[in-house]
T-cell receptor
Framework: AQTVTQSQPEMSVQEAETVTLSCTYDTSESDYYLFWYKQPPSRQMILVIRQEAYKQQNATENRFSVNFQKAAKSFSLKISDSQLGDAAMYFCAYRRWGGGADGLTFGKGTHLIIQP | NAGVMQNPRHLVRRRGQEARLRCSPMKGHSHVYWYRQLPEEGLKFMVYLQKENIIDESGMPKERFSAEFPKEGPSILRIQQVVRGDSAAYFC????????????FGPGTRLTVL
């Protein structure tokens, strides 16, 4: 079974600075998808970024980028120019390739605090 | 374009009662997923449905829990004879198709069992 580990229960960063959230996963599959979701106090789950394992290029969405290290099974999220609205729980998630087993496997989350 | 809708947002039940949680997927989406989030935990996959079919229920508890996604109407997650341990946030997600398509989440239903 796949597992996702987020080793940082809480991170704090000053507004406008850069922060990196860690995620590692365990799988025997060679093709899969990885995601970062954000859960603000409203509890709505919001997709931040996704990465296909077959793509070597790291995904980027505006101030959010990932460092995908397939051999190390590592998928970290970098947030540049942190803003107060970035404060939330961040969940790393994995999904295997192919149909029939499309449920996401989530880590336990990292609580990101933005200091003004 | 309305997102994924869930109702009710908050549900309070006494032990032994039934809970019914509803999920309307995004327009055009025919794939629905249910997840449960316990306090201080990440989301746990429960069940994956397409219209009128359960595709993967590997995360569903064997007893008291059931899910359906009829041809017409919302998807329903039903919990019979609720216990205090069922208190959690239940999230529904939908996607246009299975496989690589992104899952978009609803706002969740917070179930409290007294």
């Amino acid at each position: 079974a796949q597992t996702v580990t987020q080793s940082q229960p809480e991170m704090s960063v000053q507004e406008a600075e850069t922060v990196t959230l860690s995620c590692t996963y365990d799988t025997s599959e060679s093709d899969y998808y990885l995601f970062w979701y954000k859960q603000p106090p409203s509890r709505q789950m919001i997709l931040v970024i996704r990465q296909e394992a077959y793509k070597q290029q790291n995904a980027t969405e505006n101030r959010f980028s990932v460092n995908f290290q397939k051999a190390a099974k590592s998928f970290s999220l970098k947030i540049s120019d942190s803003q107060l609205g970035d404060a939330a729980m961040y969940f790393c998630a994995y999904r295997r390739w192919g149909g029939g087993a499309d449920g996401l496997t989530f880590g336990k989350g990292t609580h990101l605090i933005i200091q003004p | 374009n309305a997102g994924v809708m869930q109702n009710p947002r908050h549900l309070v039940r006494r032990r032994g009662q039934e809970a019914r949680l509803r999920c309307s997927p995004m327009k055009g989406h025919s794939h629905v997923y249910w997840y449960r989030q316990l306090p201080e935990e990440g989301l746990k996959f429960m069940v994956y449905l397409q219209k009128e079919n359960i595709i993967d229920e590997s995360g569903m508890p064997k007893e008291r829990f059931s899910a359906e996604f009829p041809k017409e109407g919302p998807s329903i997650l039903r919990i019979q004879q609720v216990v205090r341990g069922d208190s959690a946030a239940y999230f529904c997600a939908s996607s246009l198709a299975g496989g690589p398509d992104t899952q978009y989440f609803g706002p969740g239903t917070r179930l409290t069992v007294l």
